[in-house]
């Protein structure tokens, strides 16, 4: 007879089902609500149903977590991978793989160490994309027409701008309202920045010439809107000029990276935008006297080079005196010459009238009497011709000496002014109390009596040389 060796037991059976139910509820009824610290390990960002699977971990264990779909839509922070965070949720099982796991409801940085190190390695990231670069910042606006401010409508920030900027230089303003805290607060100033680079040039509403986006001070958590990625990138894409005014000097965010300018405060940027309106208008003073004043030095320099120019021309009579004894010499020879020159052809005559017969000396007589004629019809034409050429030289120096007369000048309705003695006056220091004088205008003189002495002349710019003297 054989024996059998099977083993009973009293214990119940049950399936794996069963045993993974009891397991379920023993770990959700012992747990509950637990915080868990840990490092973000395996994140890989939502799947395709939305929902997202990373683990927890720390030096001695790791997790396995889930967010489902609807709750990481509404977590302020996203977790990213080696990013230490404290997570909120109920502890439960999976029973396909049997394994236990948290279902996360909420999710923060586990304090400002591991806020700052996020910070520092996004940073790290936008700067390797070059988002950061000082070459692709645009100067701002000297004088804008219209400044365009994103920030709350309700705080101390949109006052303390305004105050300032009417104090400098009052300026047209459009107020983008948005919450400058919270977990909207990224999606609102990204929508404000693109809402005011869309403005058409020729719109309804102008299109503002520079942007200031400003909040006050806080702490990280409160500033964290202004570190979102998204924030930085519509920064970085605005046709805008950007001035990023966000919390106290000591404040820094990411969107102080990306703006064109980073201002310490929010008053500081209104300060920053415009300048002020008084030393504007004491600069625009200045340059123009500086202007009117090289204008007047430049053409004192053309004044003093045409007297220098002047200086250099001869006197009239110098430049008359020499054809003018030429002319006079020629008119006292021609009449000598002329009957010089008659004689010597009478003499030629007669000794060839004495060596000729009576017929030939008639003929040769004739012949020298047609040629006579014919060196006298020359000799005429020659003295005429000769008689026009220096009439026409002395005309023309007489046009150059009237060029450089004094009567010119009168003629140009200037009058001269002479002493008793006849001599030319020229400065009203030289006339005293009843001295006779004698005016000479272009059409005549007139006799004058001074009834005083010399005034002095106002000043009306740079000392200079004066217009200079009518007699060389």
Same mark, same amino acid.
């Given at each position: 007879?054989?024996?059998?060796?099977?083993?009973?037991?009293?214990?119940?059976?049950?399936?794996?089902?069963?045993?993974?139910?009891?397991?379920?509820?023993?770990?959700?009824?012992?747990?509950?609500?637990?915080?868990?610290?840990?490092?973000?390990?395996?994140?890989?960002?939502?799947?395709?149903?939305?929902?997202?699977?990373?683990?927890?971990?720390?030096?001695?264990?790791?997790?396995?977590?889930?967010?489902?779909?609807?709750?990481?839509?509404?977590?302020?922070?996203?977790?990213?991978?080696?990013?230490?965070?404290?997570?909120?949720?109920?502890?439960?099982?999976?029973?396909?793989?049997?394994?236990?796991?948290?279902?996360?409801?909420?999710?923060?940085?586990?304090?400002?160490?591991?806020?700052?190190?996020?910070?520092?390695?996004?940073?790290?990231?936008?700067?390797?994309?070059?988002?950061?670069?000082?070459?692709?910042?645009?100067?701002?606006?000297?004088?804008?027409?219209?400044?365009?401010?994103?920030?709350?409508?309700?705080?101390?920030?949109?006052? *303390?701008?305004?105050?300032?900027?009417?104090?400098?230089?009052?300026?047209?303003?459009?107020?983008?309202?948005?919450?400058?805290?919270?977990?909207?607060?990224?999606?609102?100033?990204?929508?404000?920045?693109?809402?005011?680079?869309?403005?058409?040039?020729?719109?309804?509403?102008?299109?503002?010439?520079?942007?200031?986006?400003?909040?006050?001070?806080?702490?990280?958590?409160?500033?964290?809107?202004?570190?979102?990625?998204?924030?930085?990138?519509?920064?970085?894409?605005?046709?805008?000029?950007?001035?990023?005014?966000?919390?106290?000097?000591? *404040?820094?965010?990411?969107?102080?990276?990306?703006?064109?300018?980073?201002?310490?405060?929010?008053?500081?940027?209104?300060?920053?935008?415009?300048?002020?309106?008084?030393?504007?208008?004491?600069?625009?003073?200045?340059?123009?006297?500086?202007?009117?004043?090289?204008?007047?030095?430049?053409?004192?320099?053309?004044?003093?080079?045409?007297?220098?120019?002047?200086?250099?021309?001869?006197?009239?009579?110098?430049?008359?005196?020499?054809?003018?004894?030429?002319? +006079?010499?020629?008119?006292?020879?021609?009449?000598?010459?002329?009957?010089?020159?008659?004689?010597?052809?009478?003499?030629?005559?007669?000794?060839?009238?004495?060596?000729?017969?009576? =017929?030939?000396?008639?003929?040769?007589?004739?012949?020298?009497?047609?040629?006579?004629?014919? =060196?006298?019809?020359?000799?005429?034409?020659?003295?005429?011709?000769?008689?026009?050429?220096?009439?026409?030289?002395?005309?023309?120096?007489?046009?150059?000496? *009237?060029?450089?007369?004094?009567?010119?000048?009168?003629?140009?309705?200037?009058?001269?002014?002479? +002493?008793?003695?006849?001599?030319?006056?020229?400065?009203?220091?030289?006339?005293?109390?009843?001295?006779?004088?004698?005016?000479?205008?272009? +059409?005549?003189?007139?006799?004058?009596?001074?009834?005083?002495?010399?005034?002095?002349?106002?000043?009306?710019?740079?000392?200079?040389?004066?217009?200079?003297?009518?007699?060389?």
């Amino acid at each position: 007879m054989a024996v059998s060796t099977e083993i009973r037991s009293n214990l119940p059976e049950i399936t794996v089902s069963e045993l993974s139910a009891n397991l379920k509820r023993t770990i959700e009824d012992a747990f509950g609500y637990v915080r868990l610290r840990g490092e973000v390990l395996n994140y890989k960002g939502p799947h395709s149903s939305g929902h997202v699977y990373f683990c927890l971990k720390d030096e001695g264990a790791r997790i396995d977590a889930v967010i489902w779909k609807g709750n990481f839509s509404r977590l302020r922070f996203k977790p990213e991978e080696g990013l230490e965070v404290i997570a909120t949720g109920r502890i439960t099982t999976y029973p396909g793989k049997s394994t236990y796991q948290i279902i996360v409801e909420s999710i923060e940085p586990a304090g400002v160490g591991a806020l700052m190190a996020l910070l520092e390695e996004r940073r790290k990231k936008l700067a390797a994309e070059g988002l950061f670069d000082e070459a692709r910042k645009r100067p701002l606006p000297y004088l804008p027409r219209v400044v365009g401010i994103v920030t709350s409508p309700t705080g101390a920030v949109i006052r *303390d701008i305004l105050h300032r900027l009417n104090d400098r230089f009052p300026r047209n303003v459009l107020l983008w309202s948005v919450r400058v805290q919270g977990d909207s607060c990224a999606a609102e100033v990204t929508a404000a920045i693109e809402g005011f680079n869309a403005l058409g040039p020729n719109g309804r509403i102008p299109t503002p010439d520079v942007l200031v986006v400003a909040r006050g001070g806080g702490s990280l958590e409160d500033l964290w809107g202004f570190n979102e990625e998204i924030v930085v990138r519509a920064a970085v894409a605005s046709r805008i000029p950007l001035v990023s005014a966000i919390g106290h000097e000591t *404040d820094f965010t990411l969107l102080d990276f990306a703006a064109d300018r980073r201002a310490p405060t929010p008053t500081a940027a209104a300060e920053m935008i415009v300048p002020v309106r008084a030393e504007l208008v004491v600069a625009t003073g200045n340059f123009a006297a500086r202007l009117v004043g090289s204008a007047a030095r430049f053409f004192e320099r053309l004044r003093s080079e045409v007297r220098g120019l002047a200086r250099g021309i001869p006197v009239a009579d110098a430049l008359l005196a020499l054809p003018r004894q030429r002319l +006079d010499a020629a008119h006292a020879r021609l009449p000598r010459a002329l009957r010089a020159n008659a004689h010597a052809h009478r003499v030629e005559f007669t000794r060839l009238a004495a060596h000729h017969r009576p =017929l030939a000396l008639r003929t040769r007589l004739a012949q020298a009497g047609e040629r006579a004629k014919t =060196l006298a019809g020359r000799m005429a034409r020659a003295f005429t011709n000769a008689s026009k050429q220096r009439h026409a030289r002395f005309a023309s120096a007489g046009q150059l000496l *009237d060029a450089f007369s004094y009567h010119g000048v009168l003629e140009r309705g200037f009058a001269l002014v002479r +002493d008793a003695a006849g001599k030319p006056l020229r400065s009203a220091k030289a006339v005293s109390q009843n001295d006779v004088l004698d005016i000479e205008f272009a +059409d005549g003189r007139v006799p004058a009596v001074a009834t005083g002495g010399a005034a002095k002349r106002p000043r009306r710019g740079p000392k200079s040389g004066g217009q200079g003297s009518l007699f060389g």
